[in-house]
């Protein structure tokens, strides 16, 4: 049921209370015009959470991706979490993992026809970003995990909220797992639940939506996700192709993950597997030698028939370990996942967001200004851009 990952350390509570004032007050300082939030000529889509933890970032933002790469230019900017450099960094062909995160690292590789780019100063990435003489023709900017970056001002504010984690039912840090309080959420043009069984019911859905509570200006959104074929990580050949998640069902599966949710990944393929042998690490774990001898024991302590699946977060990191097994190195599986949008809602959806970029995109004939591009505060008076919001299309 929806919540159900939710636990609270009460005796923290004191500690969430101070968090809170804190949080508050930073908001305080934006909403009065202290701090400022800058807006931008070129159209932002940013796509975050107020959770600490995983709500599925990465499978929205690839399809925002692919719904938008064949008909526009499209960027995406990330800070490039646990990276190992500092900076603006625009990825290519010899980047690696470790440059830009493992993300953004997936992304590129997935997608290496966008603009993939790091900074962990979301405003100097947009400008250097626009700035650049390729970077005229970006037509849209999706931001990564940007909703608490509030110096930058999207046009689409995207929340997502894991419907195990609901933030209805959670409490602040270090209490629970909520970086803002609930009410932060006022802030989302768009709001989508995450990660939702696939046989809810319609009462489950109106339940969830009032209990939400949003405004009339507020839409919202389920998504769940779905999974790909599993494709070999080594040994690609006749023999060793891709495997439908159908066809585990007489396996051992030695499931690796490096995520922050794990539990739902193990929910949905436990169905499809004979067994699921759990090897949970932190979230963007960075795999030691420690921990390749521990993958190869767990491996080889499986009953065949078997193999090992991870995330594609996860192999960005692995892959590249020495000292995997032959044995797992054979059987290594990396399980792709996208999401779909349940409610016949995609249509809708789809429609809102490619109607907002063609409609304040730089490149549209509506846009006059030739020195548009250029980033203003968002409540300086004088030659402001028009402000571009999702709520007012």
């Not at 009462?203 to 200006?217: E, G, S, W």
């Amino acid at each position: 049921m929806e919540g159900d990952l939710i636990t609270i350390n009460k005796s923290l509570r004191p500690l969430s209370r101070l968090y809170g004032w804190g949080v508050a007050f930073r908001n305080l300082l934006f909403d009065m015009g202290i701090l400022k939030s800058r807006s931008y000529s070129t159209p932002v889509i940013s796509v975050g959470n107020i959770t600490v933890g995983g709500t599925g970032k990465t499978p929205h933002v690839e399809y925002l991706i692919r719904l938008l790469k064949g008909q526009m230019s499209v960027a995406m900017l990330s800070r490039g979490y646990k990276r190992k450099t500092t900076g603006f960094l625009l990825a290519d062909k010899n980047t690696t993992s470790r440059e830009i995160g493992d993300e953004p690292y997936q992304i590129y590789k997935k997608f290496p026809d966008i603009t993939v780019a790091v900074d962990q100063k979301r405003t100097r990435g947009i400008e250097k970003l626009i700035g650049r003489e390729a970077g005229k023709d970006i037509d849209v900017i999706i931001l990564d995990d940007a909703f608490q970056h509030r110096y930058v001002k999207p046009g689409i504010n995207i929340l997502l909220v894991d419907y195990h984690r609901l933030i209805i039912y959670d409490e602040l840090l270090p209490a629970g797992r909520l970086r803002e309080p609930v009410k932060s959420k006022n802030r989302a043009d768009i709001v989508i639940v995450t990660k939702c069984p696939t046989d809810l019911k319609p009462m489950d859905f109106r339940v969830i939506t009032k209990a939400l509570n949003l405004f009339p200006y507020q839409q919202l959104y389920f998504s769940t996700h779905k999974y790909e074929s599993l494709q070999p990580v080594f040994n690609r050949s006749d023999k060793n192709i891709s495997k439908r998640i159908e066809a585990l069902s007489d396996e051992n599966v030695l499931l690796v993950t490096g995520i922050a949710s794990p539990e739902q990944m193990k929910l949905d393929l436990q169905p499809y597997a004979k067994r699921i042998e759990p090897l949970a690490f932190d979230d963007h774990h960075q795999f030691t030698a420690k921990d390749v001898a521990r993958i190869n024991e767990a491996f080889k302590a499986l009953s065949s028939p078997k193999l090992i699946v991870t995330t594609e977060k996860d192999v960005t990191r692995l892959k590249d370990m020495n000292g995997l097994s032959d044995e797992v190195r054979q059987q290594l599986y990396v399980l792709p996942i996208y999401i779909t949008l349940m409610q016949d809602q995609e249509e809708a959806f789809n429609k809102n967001i490619l109607g907002y970029v063609r409609k304040n995109s730089r490149n549209s004939i509506l846009v006059r200004d030739k020195d548009d591009h250029k980033a203003q505060d968002s409540d300086s008076s004088g030659d402001r851009p028009r402000t571009i919001s999702f709520r007012n299309n």
